[in-house]
């Protein structure tokens, strides 16, 4: 994080010049009827936001967004969002430069360094990370925004034609080497809390407790434990008629024998390697979006022991895409298999669908009513004395005023 | 390009006719207007479509060249005004910053390739386009401004309104291939060439175009989704 604050700090004096600072942002807020279960960011095994039962007004969130064109090329960009879930917490989402020279040929690179997501999301493409068409992003997006973030440099070179383009990327990057974790321990999940640089992802209290932690057990998704490089490459086609398809590799290549000790507790490098494909298609009105990940996370904490968990996770989204109100349904699959099967195994399997209505009859407000139904079978939770299988129902209506 | 009202049209017209009676010209004096509709596979207008007739049999008099002009496109808003704009060979294209902040407009097309960056209340220097052919314009910065310019050679061109009609008037009875641009009309589907034959006899003629367009990449300005 350090090297992203100091080019920022050099960026400054550029920025006190830039004609072009913008400065956006959101705030918002909801009324929430709970899942039953106790949701995984208060400790339990519930896979949604929200958990514990109950219906109340809750705090979604609030970012502040700030862009300077420092020159033609240069772009400073920042994002800063709040959140009260476990704890308030003013966390840092994205930090970066991107520098992209104007071509007069169809080809343009550009040069990103900072503090980014790898580009696995199709959904969300709306202010700070958030999705235009759900407030819940698919299991797949939930996980990049928890655990993901690239701290380096992203190589992107582009073919510009007439009515398509290719788009590669390549990025290095150092840290996010306990990426991969949090499946482990809790598996997939569905919520828009997505987390930053000064903020800590929380575990089962139950998977704490087995690993001989007294809860709460949080960590620092984002730190840098082996002094190895990470890196992603990804190909991207859109296509005017077509729509974009997108396939990606992801590789953090942490030592999974490294560990460190951070806030009392010790944390883990996990080797996180994925694969991942992505389709978005406009069909008249209505707007396809589907998205898959097959990758395994593992962690070596003792010479003799090696745990590995594999997982799988796809959506597909359907959104109508014209006029100020805006149906999307989603349906998720979401998996993961533990290797070996320890005594009360982490597998899971599962699956949500996600309706959501958002109506924008104002450019500074969003009004979004969803609704996440999800079905999941998990042994870890006998260790709170509940059943593994459930099927839980979150309901939100919130209002979301842009700036 | 002829875009006077109707009303002025039909007067010229009737005078002409009159002359026609006493000269027995008819031909050469009495010219025809021709209105082209253009709809998309959906049956909608098409807005901003390129329409450019030539001679087909060499018969019919060409008009004399429009003298050389500079046009410009603005700034507003962070979108490009017009989207797009017709020019001849020989005419000149200054783009024009009417916004609060900055743009880069730039072109990497065949044609003519150029870059400005423009603070706000900039103008650029003049273009001069001297070949025909497109040229797709963008901006380094919004990546979503997007503008097409059409320089064409053809003797008569038009773009279409709103409503998806171009209008062309005193034409010369002769017969006249029509051919039909949009910046969205899908590859390979662009069509055979049509002809139309314009009667020495008739004063109005009506020929309706269907193109099977691309979705328009274009989105409205949108808060939740302004950050480039
Ligand atoms: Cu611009």
Same mark, same amino acid.
């Given at each position: 994080?350090?090297?992203?604050?100091?080019?920022?700090? @050099?960026?400054?004096?550029?920025?006190?010049?830039?004609?072009?600072?913008?400065?956006?942002?959101?705030?918002?807020?909801?009324?929430?009827?709970?899942?039953?279960?106790?949701?995984?960011?208060?400790?339990?095994?519930?896979?949604?936001?929200?958990?514990?039962?109950?219906?109340?007004?809750?705090?979604?969130?609030?970012?502040?967004?700030?862009?300077?064109?420092?020159?033609?090329?240069?772009?400073?960009?920042?994002?800063?969002?709040?959140?009260?879930?476990?704890?308030?917490?003013?966390?840092?989402?994205?930090?970066?430069?991107?520098?992209?020279?104007?071509?007069?040929?169809?080809?343009?690179?550009?040069?990103?360094?900072?503090?980014?997501?790898?580009?696995?999301?199709?959904?969300?493409?709306?202010?700070?990370?958030?999705?235009?068409?759900?407030?819940?992003?698919?299991?797949?997006?939930?996980?990049?925004?928890?655990?993901?973030?690239?701290?380096?440099?992203?190589?992107?070179?582009?073919?510009?034609?007439?009515?398509?383009?290719?788009?590669?990327?390549?990025?290095?990057?150092?840290?996010?080497?306990?990426?991969?974790?949090?499946?482990?321990?809790?598996?997939?999940?569905?919520?828009?809390?997505?987390?930053?640089?000064?903020?800590?992802?929380?575990?089962?209290?139950?998977?704490?407790?087995?690993?001989?932690?007294?809860?709460?057990?949080?960590?620092?998704?984002?730190?840098?434990?082996?002094?190895?490089?990470?890196?992603?490459?990804? @190909?991207?086609?859109?296509?005017?008629?077509?729509?974009?398809?997108?396939?990606?590799?992801?590789?953090?290549?942490?030592?999974?024998?490294?560990?460190?000790?951070?806030?009392?507790?010790?944390?883990?490098?996990?080797?996180?390697?994925?694969?991942?494909?992505?389709?978005?298609?406009?069909?008249?009105?209505?707007?396809?979006?589907?998205?898959?990940?097959?990758?395994?996370?593992?962690?070596?904490?003792?010479?003799?022991?090696?745990?590995?968990?594999?997982?799988?996770?796809?959506?597909?989204?359907?959104?109508?895409?014209?006029?100020?109100?805006?149906?999307?349904?989603?349906?998720?699959?979401?998996?993961?298999?533990?290797?070996?099967?320890?005594?009360?195994? @982490?597998?899971?399997?599962?699956?949500?669908?996600?309706?959501?209505?958002?109506?924008?009859?104002?450019?500074?407000?969003?009004?979004?009513?969803?609704?996440?139904?999800?079905?999941?079978?998990?042994?870890?939770?006998?260790?709170?004395?509940?059943?593994?299988?459930?099927?839980?129902?979150?309901?939100?209506?919130?209002?979301?005023?842009?700036? | 390009?002829?875009?006077?009202?109707?009303?002025?049209?039909?007067?010229?017209?009737?005078?002409?006719?009159?002359?026609?009676?006493?000269?027995?010209?008819?031909?050469?004096?009495?010219?025809?207007?021709?209105?082209?509709?253009?709809?998309?596979?959906?049956?909608?207008?098409?807005?901003?479509?390129?329409?450019?007739?030539?001679?087909?049999?060499?018969?019919?008099?060409?008009?004399?060249?429009?003298?050389?002009?500079?046009?410009?496109?603005?700034?507003?808003?962070?979108?490009?005004?017009?989207?797009?704009?017709?020019?001849?060979?020989?005419?000149?294209?200054?783009?024009?910053?009417?916004?609060?902040?900055?743009?880069?407009?730039?072109?990497?097309?065949?044609?003519?390739?150029?870059?400005?960056?423009?603070?706000?209340?900039?103008?650029?220097?003049?273009?001069?386009?001297?070949?025909?052919?497109?040229?797709?314009?963008?901006?380094?910065?919004?990546?979503?401004?997007?503008?097409?310019?059409?320089?064409?050679?053809?003797?008569?061109?038009?773009?279409?309104?709103?409503?998806?009609?171009?209008?062309?008037?005193?034409?010369?009875?002769?017969?006249?291939?029509?051919?039909?641009?949009?910046?969205?009309?899908?590859?390979?589907?662009?069509?055979?060439?049509?002809?139309?034959?314009?009667?020495?006899?008739?004063?109005?003629?009506?020929?309706?175009?269907?193109?099977?367009?691309?979705?328009?990449?274009?989105?409205?300005?949108?808060?939740?989704?302004?950050?480039?």
């Amino acid at each position: 994080m350090r090297p992203v604050l100091f080019a920022l700090l @050099l960026a400054l004096p550029l920025a006190a010049r830039a004609q072009d600072i913008q400065w956006h942002g959101f705030l918002d807020l909801r009324i929430v009827d709970a899942a039953a279960q106790r949701s995984w960011i208060a400790g339990g095994t519930g896979k949604l936001r929200y958990g514990g039962g109950g219906t109340q007004g809750r705090f979604g969130g609030a970012a502040l967004i700030g862009t300077a064109q420092l020159t033609p090329a240069l772009l400073a960009y920042a994002d800063v969002q709040f959140r009260n879930d476990d704890g308030a917490s003013l966390e840092l989402i994205e930090a970066y430069l991107r520098y992209r020279p104007v071509s007069l040929t169809p080809w343009r690179w550009s040069l990103k360094a900072g503090a980014f997501f790898p580009p696995v999301s199709l959904e969300n493409d709306a202010i700070g990370w958030t999705s235009p068409w759900t407030l819940t992003p698919s299991a797949i997006n939930s996980w990049v925004g928890e655990e993901l973030r690239s701290t380096g440099t992203e190589f992107l070179v582009e073919r510009r034609g007439a009515h398509s383009s290719i788009e590669a990327r390549l990025a290095a990057f150092v840290g996010n080497d306990p990426a991969g974790e949090i499946l482990a321990a809790r598996g997939w999940s569905l919520g828009d809390a997505s987390y930053g640089f000064g903020g800590q992802v929380r575990e089962p209290d139950v998977y704490a407790l087995e690993e001989g932690v007294v809860p709460p057990l949080r960590y620092r998704p984002f730190v840098e434990l082996d002094q190895r490089l990470g890196w992603y490459a990804d @190909l991207t086609w859109r296509s005017q008629r077509h729509g974009r398809y997108s396939v990606m590799y992801y590789d953090n290549r942490a030592d999974p024998t490294e560990r460190s000790t951070y806030d009392g507790h010790t944390t883990f490098a996990w080797r996180t390697k994925f694969w991942g494909l992505g389709a978005q298609r406009r069909l008249g009105p209505i707007e396809i979006i589907a998205q898959a990940m097959t990758g395994s996370t593992l962690f070596t904490p003792s010479p003799s022991y090696t745990g590995e968990t594999r997982f799988h996770a796809g959506y597909v989204l359907a959104g109508w895409a014209r006029g100020e109100w805006r149906p999307a349904l989603r349906l998720d699959l979401f998996s993961l298999r533990q290797i070996p099967p320890s005594e009360v195994p @982490l597998s899971e399997h599962g699956n949500a669908i996600t309706a959501a209505l958002s109506w924008r009859p104002r450019p500074w407000l969003r009004v979004t009513g969803e609704v996440v139904r999800m079905e999941s079978w998990r042994r870890q939770r006998i260790l709170e004395n509940a059943v593994a299988g459930r099927t839980d129902t979150q309901v939100q209506l919130g209002a979301r005023l842009l700036f | 390009m002829i875009r006077s009202g109707p009303f002025r049209r039909n007067a010229r017209c009737f005078a002409g006719a009159l002359a026609a009676a006493l000269l027995l010209a008819t031909r050469l004096l009495c010219a025809a207007e021709l209105f082209v509709e253009i709809s998309d596979q959906d049956g909608g207008p098409v807005e901003d479509a390129v329409v450019s007739l030539t001679a087909l049999d060499g018969r019919p008099a060409l008009p004399d060249p429009p003298p050389s002009t500079t046009k410009s496109i603005d700034q507003r808003n962070e979108v490009f005004v017009p989207f797009l704009e017709i020019f001849r060979p020989g005419d000149r294209l200054v783009f024009q910053n009417n916004d609060s902040t900055r743009h880069h407009v730039y072109s990497f097309s065949e044609v003519k390739s150029f870059e400005f960056v423009l603070a706000k209340g900039e103008s650029s220097t003049p273009i001069l386009l001297d070949r025909p052919g497109v040229i797709a314009i963008g901006c380094n910065i919004h990546d979503s401004m997007i503008a097409y310019v059409f320089v064409s050679d053809a003797p008569w061109v038009g773009r279409s309104d709103r409503r998806g009609s171009v209008h062309f008037d005193k034409l010369p009875a002769g017969t006249y291939t029509i051919a039909l641009w949009h910046p969205w009309q899908t590859p390979g589907e662009e069509g055979a060439a049509q002809h139309i034959t314009i009667d020495a006899a008739v004063t109005s003629v009506r020929a309706a175009f269907s193109l099977s367009l691309l979705p328009d990449p274009r989105q409205p300005r949108d808060r939740e989704r302004s950050i480039y």
